[in-house]
């Protein structure tokens, strides 16, 4: 809810660039802390909410995407047409935008929960990645946008790729995340000694925190 108000704020001229660029697109972030944060945050509350559920959680989703994530959309969608605010970038600077992108995300669990069905034979695997979500997360991240070294095609092709182009950029990200968390899986098979284990995920997670915050 209020970030239309941080957006209000000039915070170059006030901040670091380093602590700036978390709270501002003017410096050229895509994904500051407003309004970005409430998707984590709301996901969160989504996961902790499905696991109190005693009953069905596949119901339960299902219930709450269907009809949340309509309601979300539909609410958002009229709410945008009825307010004044001219030029400004719904999906940007607003609460509306969050809720219309919570809507669809949420209908998008539901409609995929109906597929489970038919995907039993991969559960193992769907589990392990859904477990890895946040390093699959900030992979995808180095990959789409590079880093403070290297720029990708996130920055250099901006809205520049063919729909074919687009695809296989993202089929190809897909593979290079979910590939590295079954080498990952691996190493960790060949690994026994917890001392060495211990050591390589220290280390992997200070050169992320390092890739992306440096």
């Given at each position: 809810?209020?970030?239309?108000?941080?957006?209000?704020?000039?915070?170059?001229?006030?901040?670091?660039?380093?602590?700036?660029?978390?709270?501002?697109?003017?410096?050229?972030?895509?994904?500051?802390?407003?309004?970005?944060?409430?998707?984590?945050?709301?996901?969160?509350?989504?996961?902790?909410?499905?696991?109190?559920?005693?009953?069905?959680?596949?119901?339960?989703?299902?219930?709450?995407?269907?009809?949340?994530?309509?309601?979300?959309?539909?609410?958002?969608?009229?709410?945008?047409?009825?307010?004044?605010?001219?030029?400004?970038?719904?999906?940007?600077?607003?609460?509306i935008g969050v809720g219309?992108?919570?809507?669809?995300?949420?209908?998008?669990?539901?409609?995929?929960?109906?597929?489970?069905?038919?995907?039993?034979?991969?559960?193992?695997?769907?589990?392990?990645?859904?477990?890895?979500?946040?390093?699959?997360?900030?992979?995808?991240?180095?990959?789409?946008?590079?880093?403070?070294?290297?720029?990708?095609?996130?920055?250099?092709h901006f809205k520049m790729?063919?729909?074919?182009?687009?695809?296989?950029?993202?089929?190809?990200?897909?593979?290079?995340?979910?590939?590295?968390?079954?080498?990952?899986?691996?190493?960790r098979s060949v690994v026994?000694?917890?001392?060495?284990?211990?050591?390589?995920?220290?280390?992997?997670?200070?050169?992320?925190?390092?890739?992306?915050?440096?």
């Amino acid at each position: 809810m209020a970030t239309p108000l941080v957006h209000r704020i000039a915070w170059y001229e006030h901040l670091p660039s380093l602590l700036a660029a978390y709270v501002s697109y003017e410096g050229g972030s895509l994904f500051p802390i407003f309004p970005f944060s409430a998707y984590m945050l709301l996901g969160a509350w989504l996961g902790c909410w499905l696991t109190l559920q005693s009953g069905d959680r596949i119901r339960w989703l299902r219930r709450v995407g269907f009809l949340g994530g309509s309601a979300l959309v539909l609410a958002g969608a009229l709410v945008g047409m009825w307010l004044p605010i001219g030029e400004v970038d719904l999906y940007r600077y607003t609460p509306i935008g969050v809720g219309i992108r919570q809507g669809v995300a949420l209908l998008f669990l539901a409609t995929v929960s109906l597929a489970l069905p038919l995907l039993r034979s991969a559960q193992s695997l769907l589990v392990l990645f859904g477990k890895q979500a946040l390093v699959v997360y900030v992979l995808h991240l180095l990959l789409l946008f590079g880093t403070p070294w290297f720029d990708s095609i996130g920055r250099t092709h901006f809205k520049m790729l063919s729909l074919g182009e687009g695809l296989l950029a993202a089929a190809a990200i897909v593979v290079a995340t979910l590939g590295s968390i079954l080498v990952w899986q691996r190493v960790r098979s060949v690994v026994t000694q917890p001392s060495v284990l211990r050591v390589l995920r220290v280390g992997m997670a200070v050169a992320l925190a390092y890739l992306l915050l440096a």
